[in-house]
């Protein structure tokens, strides 16, 4: 079970958590749970201008930032979540592991959106990306 932190600005909030364990199984459970977590708050989220929700995979660090934000990625919702891999991180440290991780992170949100139910209550894309927003894919 993930023990979440909420830290808020003066315009957003950002809920965080870390995952020390490396195990497949519970990597998974880990992004999918960040997962409901992104859409128990797209309620809260949910702007005249939203059209993706992007899942921000930032290798280097094994660092999964969930928002939601508008066409141009440019103007993001005001609550986020965040979660660190930080034993992970060390396993990054290789290329093919890095290559490996991301493909099985954007298999894991592409299979678990497609089932779901909660996600398709709302008018979202769910995209992903490993480097920059410009860089962007359809889940």
Same mark, same amino acid.
């Given at each position: 079970? @993930? !023990?979440?932190?909420?830290?808020? !600005? +003066?315009?957003?909030?950002? $809920?965080?958590?870390?995952?020390?364990?490396?195990? &497949? =199984?519970?990597?998974? *459970?880990?992004? &999918?749970?960040?997962?409901?977590?992104?859409?128990?708050?797209? =309620?809260?989220?949910?702007?005249?201008?939203?059209?993706?929700?992007?899942?921000?995979? =930032?290798?280097?660090?094994? &660092?999964?930032? %969930?928002?939601?934000?508008?066409?141009?990625?440019?103007?993001?919702?005001?609550?986020?979540? #965040?979660?660190?891999?930080?034993?992970?991180?060390?396993? +990054?440290?290789?290329?093919?592991?890095?290559?490996? $991780?991301?493909?099985? %992170? *954007?298999?894991? +949100?592409?299979?678990?959106?497609?089932?779901? !139910?909660?996600?398709?209550? #709302?008018? +979202?894309?769910?995209?992903?990306? $490993?480097?920059?927003?410009? =860089?962007?894919?359809? @889940?």
């Amino acid at each position: 079970m @993930l !023990t979440w932190n909420s830290v808020q !600005t +003066l315009n957003t909030t950002v $809920h965080a958590t870390s995952e020390f364990d490396t195990a &497949e =199984n519970t990597l998974r *459970k880990t992004v &999918e749970a960040c997962t409901d977590k992104a859409i128990s708050l797209l =309620n809260n989220n949910i702007q005249n201008d939203s059209l993706y929700l992007l899942f921000e995979w =930032n290798i280097e660090l094994a &660092e999964l930032i %969930i928002l939601v934000t508008n066409a141009a990625k440019n103007h993001d919702a005001p609550e986020s979540v #965040y979660c660190t891999f930080p034993n992970l991180a060390l396993e +990054l440290i290789r290329q093919e592991q890095r290559t490996k $991780h991301t493909e099985s %992170i *954007k298999f894991w +949100l592409h299979d678990y959106l497609t089932t779901c !139910t909660a996600f398709f209550s #709302y008018s +979202l894309v769910a995209i992903f990306h $490993h480097s920059n927003r410009n =860089n962007s894919e359809l @889940l």
